[in-house]
């Protein structure tokens, strides 16, 4: 018991440092403290359940082994504790997940380009209110139609939360589908370095592309800009139309400046009768154009260290003058990129695999459990003797189960509504959606797991929390029969890439969850070599570094660029959001 105690103690450490340091790296410097705070608590409820349900299987096995030397009170009271545990993390959730986050609320109000809060507000209820009315509306039919099914108020309750979670069974099943093949095929395909570096090259002309996009977008703002600023500097505009201007590196306007033509433009029609409401379009635009052009150049460096490593140039050079400890780490990180990485890549998408199957084969066992009397997979998790090893084999299986299904959520690209990057490169929607998707996803992938280790479940502190679900019969044997027939096929589709084939085919592409341009690798190199010299210059500014990238835009749009670009603009899907997925 002291064991377990220690063990629970050590990994709870570990879970409350990681994810301090994932919100750290994850969220944006202009993120704002409650934004990061909810996150932080958010995650630390969802990733909780990961240590929590190991120990409540291992409790259980422990009372039925020994029954008959427990006290009813000691066991009572250990019930009662983990059932507590159970109910404070399931409405915690709750009340994030559905409620207190409100995601598309928060989402939209973060997202508006309003001056002042109340604006904001006003905005990002507008703009959602439609969705609440038709959630109030549908909520009310339901309670209605099941109050007259069944007045009773515990009835009414449980349906609720077993249809609750039914919508977040069915999200884990879809996501579980897809990251049990992706991850395992990743890390083999990592292992396979001329393809990943070929990768790289295709990836960097992409990114170029944008970036090219996203610097002429935000010039056209900064004369727009330049022009309002000289026709409203004595009018009260003149402080939102400043605040807009210094979110911009000013190395922009003294580009625009060098022209000397901009200041003969006319006013553009559209902005004679100045009002806020045009200026907040103008904030909201720059906003994200500056975000997305630092998340494009933060994915050249990760870019450019990738292709480092691959071309072997980690060389080891300028370390006489260092002293004999960064020597030794120099030296054992040439070893391992130049030697061992490519057979880690492979062992480790090896080990994924044969996890995968393991959890494959359990979906199976929940599909044909009327079948099959036996489980296998629970009979070699009771066969472990030792408590210790018990309680880590669980972990590992429910760790991974997990990275697998927020593998999926995040792999996704939705236009305009995620985009998880780190180096702090995500911004306060993202990291909502994020939050809210954990939570409503954690206890349906629990059952889940427990409906794989059907001999280990009925009679846990979980399960006494959830029987709800249960109980709430349409929904229990439509899991047991076609979500997990519905795990299988999505895993079959995107083993053989049917999924992204089908969405590209009926014209929806930014849905798919992988893809990769096609276009001339040798282009790709070039761009990498002229990023390298940028950084390699003696331009180390980073207000430099962006005017020598403005002033080469116009590099990559010449006539064999072009002519490239038009051969292969059938089979190019031009999404902003899914190069932030490389």
Partial sequence: MQEEILLFFIEGILLIVYVFYLVWDYSAKEVPFYIKALTYFSWILTFSIVLVLPIDILQQRTFLEQQSTLENNEKTQLQYGLFLTWRILYWSNFLLSWQVSQTPYIQDYEDSGDFNWRERMKYSIKKNLLIYTLG????????????????????????LIGLANFFGLFLVVLLLGFGLVAIPKRYIKESKEEEVLDKCYKDSVYLEE?????????????????????????????????????????VYFESIKQQAIYRKKELPSEYLNLNLKQLGVLHKSVKQIVFDLRRINTKFEILLNKVKKLERQYEIDSIENQS???????????????????????YIGYVFTLLSIILMFGEFQVLMKQKININILSSVILSISDTTLTNITLLILLTYMMFCVYYGLFSMKISGLISFNNKHNTDAPSLMFGSVNFGRVSFPLCYNFLQMTASLDKSNQFFNFFKRLDE?????????????????????????????????AIGLGQ????????????????????????????????????????????????????????????????????????
Wanted: proline share 3%; glycine share 2%; charged share 25%.
């Fill in 511 to 582: 849905f798919a969850f992988q893809d990769s341009p096609q276009v001339l690798s040798s282009l790709g190199k070039e761009i990498l070599l002229k990023e390298k010299q940028r950084k390699n210059s003696k331009l180390t500014t980073d207000e430099s570094s962006q005017k020598s990238s403005l002033l080469e835009l116009s590099k990559y749009t010449s006539p064999k660029y072009n002519e490239t670009q038009d051969r292969v603009k059938v089979n190019q899907i031009r999404n902003f959001d899914e190069i932030l997925n490389i």
């Fill in 472 to 504: 709430f019969s349409v929904f229990d044997s439509t899991f047991t029969i076609i979500l997990p027939l519905m795990l299988i096929i999505m895993s079959l589709c995107n083993f053989f890439n049917i999924s992204d084939k089908v969405m590209k």
């Fill in 210 to 250: 944008q970036r090219t996009e996203k610097g002429y977008d935000i010039e056209e703002i900064c004369k727009t800009l330049l022009i309002l600023e000289d026709s409203y500097s004595n009018s009260e505009f003149f402080v939102y139309i400043s605040k807009i201007i210094a979110l911009i590196p000013p």
């Fill in 324 to 346: 004999f400890v960064i020597k030794i780490v120099i030296k054992a990180q040439y070893i391992w990129v130049n030697y061992f990485r490519r057979y880690y890549n492979k």
């Fill in 136 to 159: 109030l509306v549908l909520g009310t039919i339901i309670i209605i139609l099941l109050a007259m099914n069944n007045d009773s108020s515990d009835y009414i309750t449980n349906s």
